[in-house]
């Protein structure tokens, strides 16, 4: 049984960090992601990294101040994320399968963050 499950998420202020983690079981994934939904909105392409190359995919929202990454031993993702603005928030989701912008069919439950101004 494929799993992902997400932690990391909470409020932080504007101008803030956080660090989001995906740690995946049942399977090893060749690529994974991140997508977004904030209230009211579709879900978002957040990020999404190749596991063998390490080759970098992000929305254009987040560019250059969120970092995806991943440890292979571990079989999980990572998601920095720095200078957060009140527009980051939305629940996050862990995507199993993503190919560049394209979501895989494994998903995570969500984790929170809200950036307050």
């Known amino acids: 049984q494929v799993q992902l499950v997400e932690s990391g998420g909470g409020l932080v202020q504007a101008g803030g960090s956080l660090r989001l983690s995906c740690a995946a079981s049942?399977?090893?994934?060749?690529?994974m992601g991140w997508f977004r939904q904030a209230p009211g909105k579709e879900r978002e392409f957040v990020a999404s990294i190749l596991w063998s190359s390490g080759a970098t995919y992000y929305g254009d929202s987040v560019k250059g101040r969120f970092t995806i990454s991943r440890d292979n031993r571990k079989n999980t993702q990572y998601l920095q994320m720095n200078s957060l603005k009140p527009e980051d928030t939305a629940v996050y989701y862990c995507?199993?399968?993503?190919?560049?912008?394209?979501?895989?069919?494994?998903w995570g439950q969500g984790t929170q963050v809200t950036v307050s101004s």
């Open positions: 049942g399977r090893t994934f060749s690529s």
């Open positions: 995507n199993g399968g993503t190919v560049g912008r394209r979501a895989g069919g494994s």
